[in-house]
Nanobody, 125 residues
C-alpha cells in the first residue's frame, strides 16, 4: 500500500493560482500511474487530471480544466503536482491525489486504488 499526502490547498481569488503537491511513500513511486480528483459539497468525486508512470506528455485532463491546469510528476522526489491557473469559483472543492497500478494515464475513478486525505481549495469570486 502506498501512502499519499496532499498539500498546497488554500483560499484564492478568482483568476489566481495554486500549486498542489502529492507526496508518496511506502512503495516505488514510479510503478504507478497517478491522478487528481476533486469533490465539491453535495457532488460526486470527479476526475481532474492524470499522468502516466513516466510523466511527460502522457497526461489527460477533464474538459473543465484543460488549458488552465497542468499535472506533472518528479519520480526522484516521489511527488506529483497540479499547477492550477486562472482559477474559477467552480473549482472550489477538496482535491485528492490517487495512484493506479495501471501505468498509463486514466480517467475512471474505479481504476485508482490508493487515495490521500485531500486538500481544500476555495476560490472566491
Amino acid at each position: 500500500q502506498v501512502q499519499l499526502v496532499e498539500s498546497g490547498g488554500g483560499l484564492v481569488q478568482a483568476g489566481g493560482s495554486l500549486r498542489l503537491s502529492c507526496t508518496a511513500s511506502g512503495r516505488t513511486f514510479s510503478n504507478y500511474g497517478m491522478g487528481w480528483f476533486r469533490q465539491a459539497p453535495g457532488k460526486e468525486r470527479e476526475f481532474v487530471a492524470s499522468i502516466s508512470w513516466r510523466g511527460g506528455s502522457s497526461t489527460l485532463y477533464a474538459d473543465s480544466v484543460k488549458g488552465r491546469f497542468t499535472i506533472s510528476r518528479d519520480n526522484a522526489k516521489n511527488t506529483m503536482y497540479l499547477q492550477m491557473n486562472s482559477l474559477k469559483p467552480e473549482d472550489t472543492a477538496v482535491y485528492y491525489c490517487a495512484t493506479s497500478r495501471i501505468l498509463r494515464a486514466l480517467t475512471a475513478l474505479a481504476n485508482f486504488d490508493s487515495w490521500g486525505q485531500g486538500t481544500q481549495v476555495t476560490v472566491s469570486s
